[in-house]
């Protein structure tokens, strides 16, 4: 009797040990990690000699990851900085204008499982900026008299008579 008790207090422990690990307490062994992704779809465009930073984020896979920009060129001065972690920064100060520049951004986690994503973005030239001195102009009216070459004659006249 001892026995069955025995093994009955072993089973019910492995099925809790079961049960709790499905609850939040950890894994299931053969569970696989979700595929990893780079979320961010789209770069916006840059201006030159303005700073320029934007995040690219990745999903699933398994830390840590490594980062690369695998085809294309980046504008001059922007550099992409990589982590370990589930993002990296494209950032810098772009000093040339430039359109349509292809590039594709790589991201690869531990398990060796790998995302890429292609981006395009344009580095706008520097925006004209207009302004006026003094800073502040007021306008009236004004009445200015002027008289023509008739006008003269016509009131030379008019003082003879």
Excluded at 136 to 154: N, R, Y
Aim: proline share 7%; net charge neutral.
């Amino acid at each position: 009797m001892k026995s069955i008790s025995r093994v009955a207090v072993v089973v019910f422990g492995l099925m809790a040990i079961g049960l709790l690990s499905r609850c939040g307490g950890g894994q299931p062994l053969l569970q696989q990690a979700p595929p990893l992704v780079i979320t961010t779809a789209s770069l916006p465009n840059g201006t030159a000699e303005t700073a320029y930073s934007q995040t690219i984020q990745a999903s699933g896979g398994v830390a840590p990851y490594t980062w690369a920009v695998t085809a294309g060129t980046l504008s001059h001065n922007l550099a992409l900085t990589t982590s370990a972690t589930c993002s990296a920064t494209l950032a810098g100060t772009p000093d040339v204008p430039a359109q349509a520049l292809a590039f594709t951004i790589k991201v690869t986690d531990s398990a060796t499982h790998s995302a890429t994503q292609p981006y395009t973005i344009s580095i706008l030239p520097e925006p004209d900026i207009l302004s006026l001195s003094p800073a502040g102009l007021s306008f009236s009216t004004q009445l200015v008299e002027s008289t023509s070459a008739a006008q003269t004659e016509d009131r030379t006249q008019l003082s003879r008579r």
